[in-house]
């Protein structure tokens, strides 16, 4: 082996990681120190500056706990979690498109009937959300199921609440593909600031709030399940959500109605929010079907 230079230290680093009988293993680790290599030459950081980092990065793994993944959040706000879900939901142009799932899905909801309010006591303007679900040829999908969570209409989820069972549940399609949700209008929110993330963003003149947005889960059997959310359309951060998960086609209309009945056989007192949405599911690959 030649000794180490400036100039040869890369190619002697990946040729030494190479050494890895897993290929893929050996694929990341060689593209992981050649990256790496490449960012240090470009940056050429000094002692400190590079002892920065590794501080930071050690605040963001102590960071986290079971409710808490600082790393994801850091991972959401440069891009990269919607990068790598953009990489592995490339769906057929028609079907709904897939966002970050975000730290705050909480699994096993109540069930909700048709129409029935998931909302209980949460503040907010009440809102309706009709639609169907249906394959890319248009032919409904009965039985689907939809599986909910977002910010009450102050802004906080139930992991910010003292609550259970809160601004969360799962609804199924109707035979005919169609679904009713009551609930109330989520509000735009700001990631959490008060760690590692926080302290780099408050650095930089980037927004640290996401869109108004509900959350969805939509699976049905021999279908690809889509992790994805609605957003309001016209809300004021809808261009600078700070982790890239905007989407065209998940921007929806949020029509403001008064006193009246609502889709959901309900008659609202005041103001209400009446949304439509279709959402379009692909078929499962005989892969994922096995999966
Ligand atoms: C969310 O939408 O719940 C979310 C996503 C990424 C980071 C923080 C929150
Ligand atoms: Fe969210």
Redo the contacts with the bound molecule.
């Keep these: 082996m030649p000794y180490v230079t400036e100039a040869n230290l890369t190619d002697l680093a990946v040729e030494r990681w190479s050494d890895i009988p897993d290929p893929r293993l050996r694929q990341v680790m060689r593209a992981a120190i050649k990256h790496l290599h490449a960012f240090v030459r470009e940056v050429e950081p000094t002692p400190a500056e590079w002892f920065a980092a590794i501080d930071w990065l050690t605040r963001t793994g102590q960071m986290c706990d079971a409710k808490r993944q600082e790393f994801i959040?850091a991972s959401?706000v440069m891009g990269v979690s919607m990068l790598v879900d953009a990489i592995n939901n490339r769906l057929a142009s028609g079907a709904t498109p897939s966002t970050?799932e975000?730290?705050?899905h909480i699994p096993n909801s109540d069930e909700f009937a048709d129409g029935q309010s998931m909302s209980k006591d949460a503040p907010g303007i009440p809102c309706v959300i009709t639609g169907t679900v249906r394959d890319l040829d248009g032919k409904p999908v009965g039985g689907a199921l939809l599986d909910l969570w977002q910010t009450d209409g102050e802004g906080l989820?139930e992991a910010q609440r003292d609550r259970d069972q809160y601004m969360r549940g799962v609804y199924h399609s109707n035979p005919d593909g169609t679904f009713t949700v009551r609930t109330v209008a989520p509000i735009g929110y700001t990631?959490p600031m008060d760690g590692p993330v926080g302290e780099l963003m408050n650095r930089t003149n980037i927004s640290h709030m996401?869109p108004a947005?509900i959350?969805f889960h939509v699976a049905a059997p021999g279908y690809k399940p889509v992790i994805t959310?609605l957003f309001q359309k016209g809300d004021q951060y809808i261009e600078t959500d700070v982790?890239f998960?905007v989407k065209e086609p998940l921007i929806v209309e949020f029509h403001k109605k008064g006193p009246g009945k609502a889709p959901n056989g309900e008659t609202m007192s005041g103001p209400w929010y009446d949304v439509k949405y279709d959402f379009v599911l692909q078929k499962a690959t005989s892969a994922q079907k096995a999966a």
Aim: proline share 7%; glycine share 14%.
């Design positions: 959040l959401d970050v975000g730290p705050f989820y990631i996401r947005h959350h959310h982790v998960g």
